[in-house]
């Protein structure tokens, strides 16, 4: 119990100082947490054998985060994902592995070992990257999301690669049986410790681990959609707050075992959990009691990763180690350019792609470990590889800094500052202070209302603030800034945010959470419209449309029409719009372009019709009349 005590102490000491450090001096958490473990393991000397113990344990971290991603995406949203999911991620994957395969031939490798080489360091850290992203309030730029689009497909690639290893051993090759059963050497069905893994398909035939893995997903699955909703109430019926951080844990546990039961990895289970959860009402109570649990184990993670350096090894030749990093980080950024340059993105999103994903990560200790664990990979390459990795998990930071170098002189910069606390309550909620915003605020208090403004802009706040106006700073996306500007007590929500995406997904959470409440939604398109009209916004104001139809009518009076005629016309054309506008919903398509959808197309050239006939009714009204 003391040496436990004292390892707890020297571990959360490490990180209580070092962290806020690296922090203050702009150099993010990671690397706060990396450098814990570097001092209290190569440099004094703290910690010894339990950290690679400990790092297993810490691993679950990785598994935590893969959860609370899945929540966050919606089934429909991951398949309209697929075309990134298989052409960005699919081909950084492939160009990486071609190019660090030949890389390690031409040192003399077998291809066997090189082409698990490739596939080890192809792989970017989850773990660093989507940290930094969220930090940064980068996850919601392009860049930032092609690059989860990419860490996405690598965490899915893990399984198969785990399943192709064995067949590149370099001694006890896998062997099928007549039954159609897969035997392997000694090694490979033990654990290392001697003791027999825990599974439910060792020894089964071809197409009896196929049933049965494909079984264990569809559980997984059912009972997502059709257990969790009964055992948060049941969990509710007690009153007991803890019960809820139980059962959460419990979930993402439980289902990781599940997934090690038919040899499948717990981080994909987790994340399949969590996408099958995103639409849950508990999907927010979920993630507030994991959050706390993720960051610790991810935060234990990297400190272990630090300590468990060899220095020994990595001062025989300190040269050849950083030389062989860069050699990854520069190899994976090119490839990296020039597919993000094949998908369209450019300047600082560009950068942001190339930089943020050309470390190898985490999931290349796995990899090492069980490809020298099925000689896939000799013990010393495979020591000397982690250590590569390690450093260049370290490297990472750095090329964060060189974004923001370049995004500074891009003049794009984003500076993050701490979120008010909210003291006032109002009916009417308005998140988002830009020009739309604030005509809307001024109107409703010129009326004699009182009204809460919201907004993540500095610049926004603070100009409010110039003219008297009194505004919070903080995320209105987030549901406890909502909650703590009386959100459950409000009359009316305006969602006057100036990013597409986040208006549709603060829409959907607030529909589903406070459904009596009537929300007032800028879009900024058609195609926003329909989003926003299926997420069940209740009234939905196009930006420019107000604004185009009054400058038509200006126009209409300037050619013959007189102010009531054009005043008339206007009428009509805004009430066949809204008529429009629920006509065409129905047959939009999401992730469909219009000019590919035959009956969007069909309706709306039927509806333009009957706008043309509307007007020449009045037209000939007035002719009437005149005559």
Same mark, same amino acid.
């Given at each position: 119990?003391?040496?436990?005590?004292?390892?707890?102490?020297?571990?959360?000491?490490?990180?209580?100082?070092?962290?806020?450090?690296?922090?203050?001096?702009?150099?993010?958490?990671?690397?706060?947490?990396?450098?814990?473990?570097?001092?209290?393991?190569?440099?004094?000397?703290?910690?010894?054998?339990?950290?690679?113990?400990?790092?297993?344990?810490?691993?679950?971290?990785?598994?935590?985060?893969?959860?609370?991603?899945?929540?966050?995406?919606?089934?429909?949203?991951?398949?309209?994902?697929?075309?990134?999911?298989? !052409? &960005?991620? +699919?081909?950084? %994957?492939? =160009?990486? @592995?071609? *190019?660090?395969?030949?890389?390690?031939?031409? /040192? $003399?490798?077998?291809?066997?070992?090189?082409?698990?080489?490739?596939?080890?360091?192809?792989?970017?850290?989850?773990?660093?990257?989507?940290?930094?992203?969220?930090?940064?309030?980068?996850?919601?730029?392009?860049?930032?999301?092609?690059?989860?689009?990419?860490?996405?497909?690598?965490?899915?690639?893990?399984?198969?690669?785990?399943?192709?290893?064995?067949?590149?051993?370099?001694?006890?090759?896998?062997?099928?049986?007549?039954?159609?059963?897969?035997?392997?050497?000694?090694?490979?069905?033990?654990?290392?410790?001697?003791?027999?893994?825990?599974?439910?398909?060792? !020894? &089964?035939? +071809?197409?009896? %681990?196929? =049933?049965? @893995?494909? *079984?264990?997903?569809?559980?997984?699955?059912? /009972? $997502?959609?059709?257990?969790?909703?009964?055992?948060?109430?049941?969990?509710?019926?007690?009153?007991?707050?803890?019960?809820?951080?139980?059962?959460?844990?419990?979930?993402?546990?439980?289902?990781?075992?599940?997934?090690?039961?038919?040899?499948?990895?717990?981080?994909?289970?987790?994340?399949?959990?969590?996408?099958?959860?995103?639409?849950?009402?508990?999907?927010?109570?979920?993630?507030?009691?994991?959050?706390?649990?993720?960051?610790?184990?991810?935060?234990?993670?990297?400190?272990?990763?630090?300590?468990?350096?060899?220095?020994?090894?990595?001062?025989?030749?300190? !040269?050849?180690?950083?030389?062989?990093?860069? =050699?990854?980080?520069?190899?994976?950024?090119?490839?990296?350019?020039?597919? $993000?340059?094949?998908?369209?993105?450019?300047?600082?999103?560009?950068?942001?792609?190339?930089?943020?994903?050309?470390?190898?990560?985490?999931?290349?200790?796995?990899?090492?470990?069980?490809?020298?664990?099925?000689?896939?990979?000799?013990?010393?390459?495979?020591?000397?590889?982690?250590?590569?990795?390690?450093?260049?998990?370290?490297?990472?930071?750095?090329?964060?800094?060189?974004?923001?170098?370049?995004?500074?002189?891009?003049?794009?910069?984003?500076?993050?500052?701490?979120?008010?606390?909210?003291?006032?309550?109002?009916?009417?909620?308005?998140?988002?202070?830009?020009?739309?915003?604030?005509?809307?605020?001024? =109107?409703?208090?010129?009326?004699?209302?009182?009204?809460?403004?919201?907004?993540?802009?500095?610049?926004?706040?603070?100009?409010?603030?110039?003219?008297?106006?009194?505004?919070?700073?903080?995320?209105?996306?987030?549901?406890?800034?909502?909650?703590?500007?009386?959100?459950?007590?409000?009359?009316?929500?305006?969602?006057?945010?100036?990013?597409?995406?986040?208006?549709?997904?603060?829409?959907?959470?607030?529909?589903?959470?406070?459904?009596?409440?009537?929300?007032?939604?800028?879009?900024?398109?058609?195609?926003?419209?329909?989003?926003?009209?299926?997420?069940?916004?209740?009234?939905?104001?196009?930006?420019?449309?107000?604004?185009?139809?009054?400058?038509?009518?200006?126009?209409?009076?300037?050619?013959?029409?007189?102010?009531?005629?054009?005043?008339?016309?206007?009428?009509?054309?805004?009430?066949?719009?809204?008529?429009?506008?629920?006509?065409?919903?129905?047959?939009?398509?999401?992730?469909?372009?219009?000019?590919?959808?035959?009956?969007?197309?069909?309706?709306?050239?039927?509806?333009?019709?009957?706008?043309?006939?509307?007007?020449?009714?009045?037209?000939?009204?007035?002719?009437?009349?005149?005559?």
């Amino acid at each position: 119990m003391d040496a436990f005590l004292y390892q707890a102490t020297i571990y959360l000491a490490a990180a209580v100082i070092a962290v806020p450090l690296a922090a203050r001096l702009g150099l993010g958490s990671v690397l706060g947490y990396l450098a814990a473990g570097i001092i209290i393991g190569p440099i004094l000397g703290l910690v010894g054998a339990e950290t690679e113990d400990l790092q297993h344990f810490a691993e679950f971290g990785v598994v935590m985060m893969l959860f609370l991603i899945g929540l966050e995406l919606d089934p429909r949203a991951l398949w309209a994902m697929r075309h990134k999911l298989v !052409g &960005l991620g +699919g081909l950084q %994957v492939l =160009l990486s @592995t071609l *190019a660090l395969m030949v890389a390690a031939t031409a /040192a $003399g490798e077998t291809w066997q070992v090189s082409l698990a080489v490739g596939l080890a360091l192809s792989l970017s850290s989850t773990a660093i990257v989507l940290q930094t992203l969220s930090e940064k309030g980068l996850m919601q730029t392009r860049g930032g999301r092609a690059s989860f689009s990419v860490l996405l497909t690598q965490d899915i690639a893990v399984i198969p690669i785990l399943a192709f290893l064995p067949l590149l051993a370099m001694s006890g090759i896998p062997q099928i049986s007549t039954d159609g059963s897969i035997s392997r050497s000694e090694a490979s069905n033990h654990a290392s410790d001697g003791h027999e893994a825990l599974s439910l398909v060792a !020894g &089964l035939p +071809g197409w009896a %681990v196929t =049933l049965t @893995t494909i *079984a264990m997903i569809a559980i997984i699955i059912l /009972a $997502g959609i059709y257990l969790t909703r009964p055992l948060f109430r049941f969990i509710h019926a007690t009153n007991l707050r803890e019960m809820y951080t139980a059962l959460a844990l419990l979930i993402v546990v439980g289902i990781s075992f599940l997934m090690t039961l038919v040899g499948l990895s717990p981080a994909l289970g987790a994340f399949l959990a969590g996408v099958v959860l995103a639409n849950s009402e508990f999907r927010h109570e979920l993630e507030s009691d994991l959050t706390p649990f993720k960051g610790l184990l991810l935060g234990l993670f990297f400190i272990t990763v630090g300590a468990g350096i060899n220095y020994r090894l990595f001062l025989a030749s300190p !040269g050849d180690f950083i030389g062989l990093a860069l =050699l990854v980080i520069v190899t994976k950024g090119v490839i990296l350019f020039f597919v $993000g340059r094949a998908f369209g993105l450019r300047r600082r999103n560009h950068w942001l792609f190339t930089l943020s994903l050309a470390q190898a990560g985490e999931f290349g200790f796995v990899l090492l470990a069980f490809s020298k664990q099925q000689n896939v990979i000799p013990a010393a390459l495979a020591e000397k590889l982690l250590l590569v990795i390690a450093l260049s998990m370290l490297i990472t930071p750095l090329l964060f800094i060189i974004y923001d170098l370049l995004s500074h002189r891009m003049g794009e910069t984003r500076v993050e500052h701490e979120p008010d606390e909210i003291d006032e309550q109002g009916p009417v909620i308005i998140a988002g202070i830009g020009r739309f915003g604030q005509i809307v605020n001024r =109107l409703v208090r010129a009326s004699g209302y009182k009204t809460i403004l919201l907004d993540n802009d500095m610049q926004a706040v603070q100009l409010m603030r110039r003219f008297g106006v009194k505004s919070f700073l903080g995320d209105p996306t987030r549901p406890e800034l909502l909650k703590a500007a009386g959100i459950a007590k409000a009359q009316v929500l305006v969602v006057a945010l100036d990013d597409p995406e986040n208006t549709v997904k603060m829409v959907t959470y607030v529909r589903r959470t406070y459904p009596d409440l009537h929300i007032i939604a800028r879009a900024y398109d058609r195609n926003h419209v329909f989003e926003l009209y299926k997420a069940g916004a209740d009234d939905i104001v196009r930006e420019m449309f107000d604004s185009s139809l009054r400058a038509g009518r200006y126009v209409l009076e300037k050619i013959g029409l007189s102010e009531y005629e054009a005043a008339q016309a206007e009428q009509t054309f805004y009430a066949h719009d809204r008529l429009t506008v629920r006509e065409l919903a129905a047959l939009w398509v999401p992730g469909v372009p219009a000019s590919e959808n035959e009956a969007y197309i069909e309706k709306a050239r039927a509806l333009e019709k009957d706008l043309e006939t509307a007007l020449q009714e009045l037209a000939e009204k007035k002719d009437h009349k005149s005559n």
